[in-house]
Protein backbone atom coordinates (compact mmCIF):
# COMPACT_ATOMS: atom_id res chain seq x y z
CA UNK A 1 0.00 0.00 0.00
CA UNK A 2 1.09 3.51 -1.20
CA UNK A 3 1.99 5.75 1.63
CA UNK A 4 -0.55 8.91 1.21
CA UNK A 5 0.68 12.53 2.73
CA UNK A 6 -1.54 15.96 2.93
CA UNK A 7 -0.02 16.90 -0.25
CA UNK A 8 -1.23 13.83 -2.03
CA UNK A 9 -4.53 13.96 -0.65
CA UNK A 10 -4.52 17.76 -2.04
CA UNK A 11 -3.69 16.65 -5.28
CA UNK A 12 -6.28 14.38 -5.22
CA UNK A 13 -8.93 16.37 -4.44
CA UNK A 14 -8.17 19.00 -6.87
CA UNK A 15 -8.24 15.98 -9.31
CA UNK A 16 -11.68 14.73 -8.29
CA UNK A 17 -13.20 18.47 -9.00
CA UNK A 18 -11.12 18.60 -12.36
CA UNK A 19 -9.29 15.20 -13.61
CA UNK A 20 -8.51 17.75 -16.63
CA UNK A 21 -6.19 19.80 -14.97
CA UNK A 22 -2.56 20.18 -15.74
CA UNK A 23 0.37 19.37 -13.61
CA UNK A 24 1.00 23.07 -13.69
CA UNK A 25 -2.14 23.90 -12.09
CA UNK A 26 -2.18 21.45 -9.50
CA UNK A 27 1.64 22.36 -8.94
CA UNK A 28 0.56 26.05 -8.09
CA UNK A 29 -2.85 24.90 -6.05
CA UNK A 30 -0.49 22.91 -3.74
CA UNK A 31 2.89 25.15 -3.44
CA UNK A 32 4.71 22.96 -5.76
CA UNK A 33 6.89 22.93 -8.95
CA UNK A 34 4.98 21.43 -12.17
CA UNK A 35 7.75 18.66 -12.21
CA UNK A 36 7.24 18.21 -8.74
CA UNK A 37 3.07 17.49 -9.07
CA UNK A 38 3.59 15.77 -12.19
CA UNK A 39 5.71 13.28 -10.45
CA UNK A 40 3.39 13.00 -7.52
CA UNK A 41 0.70 12.36 -10.18
CA UNK A 42 2.81 9.64 -11.80
CA UNK A 43 3.17 7.89 -9.09
CA UNK A 44 -0.08 8.04 -7.28
CA UNK A 45 -1.40 6.44 -11.27
CA UNK A 46 1.26 3.74 -11.02
CA UNK A 47 0.30 2.74 -7.41
CA UNK A 48 -3.34 2.05 -9.00
CA UNK A 49 -4.30 5.30 -6.76
CA UNK A 50 -5.28 7.43 -9.38
CA UNK A 51 -7.33 4.43 -11.90
CA UNK A 52 -8.43 6.84 -14.53
CA UNK A 53 -10.29 10.21 -15.87
CA UNK A 54 -14.24 10.03 -16.46
CA UNK A 55 -15.59 12.86 -18.44
CA UNK A 56 -18.70 13.74 -16.51
CA UNK A 57 -21.72 14.83 -18.38
CA UNK A 58 -24.60 17.22 -17.87
CA UNK A 59 -27.48 15.70 -17.83
CA UNK A 60 -30.23 18.44 -17.97
CA UNK A 61 -28.61 20.10 -20.30
CA UNK A 62 -28.87 16.86 -22.81
CA UNK A 63 -32.41 16.20 -22.17
CA UNK A 64 -32.49 14.08 -19.27
CA UNK A 65 -33.82 15.68 -16.49
CA UNK A 66 -35.15 12.76 -14.38
CA UNK A 67 -32.76 10.26 -12.09
CA UNK A 68 -34.01 7.54 -10.31
CA UNK A 69 -32.41 4.91 -8.24
CA UNK A 70 -33.97 1.60 -8.58
CA UNK A 71 -33.94 -1.01 -6.06
CA UNK A 72 -34.43 -4.68 -8.32
CA UNK A 73 -34.87 -8.17 -6.43
CA UNK A 74 -34.29 -10.93 -8.51
CA UNK A 75 -37.81 -12.95 -8.71
CA UNK A 76 -35.83 -16.18 -9.27
CA UNK A 77 -32.62 -16.64 -8.02
CA UNK A 78 -31.79 -20.50 -8.96
CA UNK A 79 -33.22 -20.17 -12.97
CA UNK A 80 -31.73 -16.80 -14.02
CA UNK A 81 -28.28 -16.24 -13.37
CA UNK A 82 -26.65 -12.89 -12.18
CA UNK A 83 -24.61 -12.57 -14.97
CA UNK A 84 -27.79 -12.95 -17.28
CA UNK A 85 -29.34 -10.08 -15.36
CA UNK A 86 -26.46 -8.13 -15.64
CA UNK A 87 -25.65 -8.32 -19.17
CA UNK A 88 -29.68 -7.46 -20.11
CA UNK A 89 -29.63 -4.50 -17.82
CA UNK A 90 -26.33 -3.11 -18.62
CA UNK A 91 -27.36 -2.66 -22.29
CA UNK A 92 -30.44 -0.52 -21.41
CA UNK A 93 -28.75 2.68 -22.32
CA UNK A 94 -30.62 4.41 -19.68
CA UNK A 95 -29.30 2.59 -17.06
CA UNK A 96 -26.08 4.44 -15.95
CA UNK A 97 -24.79 1.89 -13.25
CA UNK A 98 -25.68 -1.28 -12.10
CA UNK A 99 -24.52 -2.13 -8.59
CA UNK A 100 -24.91 -5.65 -7.23
CA UNK A 101 -25.52 -5.07 -3.59
CA UNK A 102 -26.49 -7.30 -0.16
CA UNK A 103 -29.17 -6.16 1.25
CA UNK A 104 -32.69 -5.92 0.60
CA UNK A 105 -32.57 -5.65 -2.95
CA UNK A 106 -30.00 -7.75 -5.23
CA UNK A 107 -29.01 -4.66 -7.32
CA UNK A 108 -29.08 -1.03 -7.53
CA UNK A 109 -29.36 0.82 -10.39
CA UNK A 110 -29.64 4.43 -11.63
CA UNK A 111 -31.46 5.40 -14.69
CA UNK A 112 -32.05 8.93 -16.02
CA UNK A 113 -34.87 9.48 -18.28
CA UNK A 114 -36.11 12.65 -20.44
CA UNK A 115 -39.00 13.32 -17.68
CA UNK A 116 -41.29 10.70 -15.71
CA UNK A 117 -43.40 9.18 -18.49
CA UNK A 118 -40.12 8.54 -20.32
CA UNK A 119 -38.99 6.83 -17.01
CA UNK A 120 -42.14 5.01 -16.90
CA UNK A 121 -41.90 3.34 -19.99
CA UNK A 122 -37.88 2.83 -19.25
CA UNK A 123 -39.34 1.16 -16.20
CA UNK A 124 -42.32 -1.05 -18.22
CA UNK A 125 -40.79 -1.94 -21.29
CA UNK A 126 -37.12 -2.43 -20.18
CA UNK A 127 -36.54 -3.03 -17.25
CA UNK A 128 -39.37 -5.06 -16.05
CA UNK A 129 -39.01 -7.03 -18.72
CA UNK A 130 -35.43 -8.23 -17.83
CA UNK A 131 -34.72 -12.11 -17.06
CA UNK A 132 -35.23 -12.41 -13.39
CA UNK A 133 -36.24 -9.35 -12.71
CA UNK A 134 -39.14 -9.01 -9.38
CA UNK A 135 -39.96 -6.53 -6.69
CA UNK A 136 -38.86 -3.19 -7.53
CA UNK A 137 -38.43 0.25 -5.46
CA UNK A 138 -38.14 3.31 -7.19
CA UNK A 139 -36.04 6.78 -5.48
CA UNK A 140 -36.36 9.64 -7.25
CA UNK A 141 -33.38 11.81 -7.20
CA UNK A 142 -33.99 15.52 -6.16
CA UNK A 143 -30.89 16.71 -5.33
CA UNK A 144 -27.36 16.14 -5.62
CA UNK A 145 -23.59 17.45 -4.57
CA UNK A 146 -20.64 15.28 -4.87
CA UNK A 147 -18.30 15.08 -1.61
CA UNK A 148 -14.50 14.69 -1.46
CA UNK A 149 -15.15 11.76 0.66
CA UNK A 150 -12.32 9.92 2.37
CA UNK A 151 -9.45 12.02 0.57
CA UNK A 152 -10.25 14.28 4.11
CA UNK A 153 -8.96 14.14 6.87
CA UNK A 154 -5.37 12.15 8.02
CA UNK A 155 -4.74 8.38 7.23
Not at 89 to 118: F, K, M
Request: glycine share 12%; with cysteine; aromatic share 4%.
Amino acid sequence: MIEIDDTDRAILTLLAQDAGQGAGAVGRACGLSQPAAWRRIRRLREAGVIKGQRLVLDRERLGFGVTVFLGVKLATKGRVSLEDFERAVGAIPEVQTVEHVLGLYDYRLRVVARDLPDFERVLRRRIMTLPGAGEVEANVLLSEERRPGPLQGGG
